[in-house]
């Protein structure tokens, strides 16, 4: 029987998830809302079997539906999850998880006392390249980890409730999450805003570990091209991980740095450079929504914990809000446990 799941907003990213829920099979999307009415028309062309509505709470009170979907602005996203949960449904939130850190561990809350699959929409953790650099990383391919350096530019989509940060800064933010096996310690961030009275457009964060790590994110809607680019750096090898490729989409390099002791002077240490062959992995093409619905299904009728569940969300907002603490307070550094400069 299949689990019947209901989707709140049918948006920029709604279209996307339906279209994956429809085609993953055991999943059966039987309602969609959405304020409106123009999308509520293409909903129901596009999903003849789901009953449309502008009235979210139907979705709720429907026995039929087990799961809620909420793919709507962030402003919103607590109040409708915590919604869902209390009504019995499991939730898969889309990202940021929340709009704040006290939010999303209220909402973590919840969904442990409702005995419930909380999930977030952490679409680049479940594309072929990020688990393949996973892989890769856990197999000590790369050695000791240096760095990850990201560039995700683009011209637009200018968003009204959100700045640049937590609108493009969440994909490498969650990335970073569940490629390193450690918790940010403290966050800076520059951003600016070059439209009268808009959000930040363009902006700059900085992630420290406490360890040799270091987390570089530039991320931008005022580029003149879409690039999604990023480096990642270790001891024995390097890897560009490029999402704008069709085929290569993660290249390893055999190329770094090596550290000698002078034979003359003891102190004193020689650098030596690594040039070696480059290849590139064979990546699966399968959408990554696909794999998430896939996912999300299995959590629910096993009761597993999802890769990308209410903790790994908080974690990302922890980011998110500590590089807001730093703009307001001119790129200092902030502790992701205090929320204050270091």
């Known amino acids: 029987m299949s689990i019947g799941v209901g989707v709140i907003g049918y948006g920029y990213w709604g279209p996307n998830i339906v279209r994956n829920f429809m085609e993953t099979p055991g999943l059966a999307v039987r309602a969609i809302s959405d304020l409106s009415e123009q999308r509520r028309g ?84 479940y594309t072929s390249a990020v688990r393949k650099i996973k ?46 096996d450690q918790q940010v310690a403290c966050v800076s961030c520059l951003a600016m805003s070059h439209v009268p009275n808009q959000p930040e457009n363009v902006g700059y964060i900085t992630m420290m570990f406490n360890s040799p790590i270091i987390v570089h994110l530039h991320v931008n809607w005022l580029a003149p091209v879409k690039i999604r680019q990023t480096l990642i750096g270790g001891s ?35 650098i030596g450079y690594r040039s070696g062959d480059m290849h590139a992995p064979k990546i699966e093409l399968t959408e990554a929504l696909h794999v998430e619905a896939a996912h999300f299904k299995e959590c629910m009728e096993h009761g597993k914990t999802p890769i990308t569940d209410g903790q790994a969300g908080l974690r990302v907002v922890q980011m998110l809000e500590a590089a807001s603490h730093s703009i307001k307070h001119r790129g200092r550094l902030i502790d992701v446990a205090t929320m204050q400069p270091t």
């Open 236 to 270: 024995a090898r390097m890897i560009v991980y490029d999402d704008m490729e069709l085929s290569e989409k993660v290249k390893i390099y055999d190329r770094g740095v090596e550290l000698a002791s002078s034979t003359d002077r003891i102190h004193e240490l020689r």
């Open 135 to 180: 892989e890769l990383i856990a197999a000590g391919t790369l050695g000791e980890l240096y760095y990850y350096d990201s560039v995700r530019v683009n011209l637009g989509l200018f968003q009204h409730d959100v700045n640049v940060i937590w609108d493009l800064a969440p994909h490498d933010a969650s990335i970073v999450e569940y490629l390193i």
């Open 42 to 125: 293409l909903a129901a062309m596009r999903c003849p079997g789901a009953k449309v509505t502008a009235d979210y709470k139907e979705l709720l009170k429907d026995s039929s539906i087990d799961a809620i979907v909420v793919a709507t602005p962030v402003g919103s996203h607590y109040g409708l999850a915590s919604e869902a949960l209390k009504a019995g449904k499991h939730v898969l939130v889309e990202k940021p998880m929340t709009a704040s850190v006290e939010q999303a561990r209220r909402l973590v809350d919840e969904a442990a006392s409702a005995k419930r699959v909380l999930m977030v929409d952490h679409t680049f953790v």
